[in-house]
Nanobody, 121 residues
């Protein structure tokens, strides 16, 4: 059974940067698309970014386009989310997921436990 573990969250001031990491274990996820989602209190889980399994094609939510970058290292079974110019509205629990190329949470079969990102002065 595969497992995803996120790390790198924390408290950052507006305009700051964070790099989230997602470590995959238990199986290889190189044949899965990988995605990042986030969920703020009392809100639904929303798509942030995705990267395809082979060509590393990427897709971003409009709210993070130009500020966030998703990448993957299949040799290390790792996925990253580089977040720049962070805003208070980026505050949420961020989840790493593995599944089919999509911006819908329903297309992803494996999920991490989440890492908290708080953007506040």
């Amino acid at each position: 059974q595969g497992q995803l573990v996120e790390s790198g969250g924390g408290l950052v001031q507006p305009g700051g940067s964070l790099r989230l990491s997602c470590a995959a274990s238990g199986r290889t996820f190189s044949n899965h698309a990988m995605g990042w989602f986030r969920q703020a209190p009392e809100k639904e889980r929303e798509f942030v970014a995705a990267i395809s399994r082979i060509t590393s094609r990427t897709n971003y939510a409009d709210s993070v386009k130009g500020r966030f970058t998703i990448s993957r290292d299949n040799a290390k079974n790792m996925v990253y989310l580089e977040m720049n110019s962070l805003k208070p509205e980026d505050t949420a629990v961020y989840y790493c997921a593995a599944g089919s190329w999509s911006d819908s949470p329903r297309s992803y079969d494996y999920w991490g436990q989440g890492t908290q990102v708080t953007v506040s002065s």
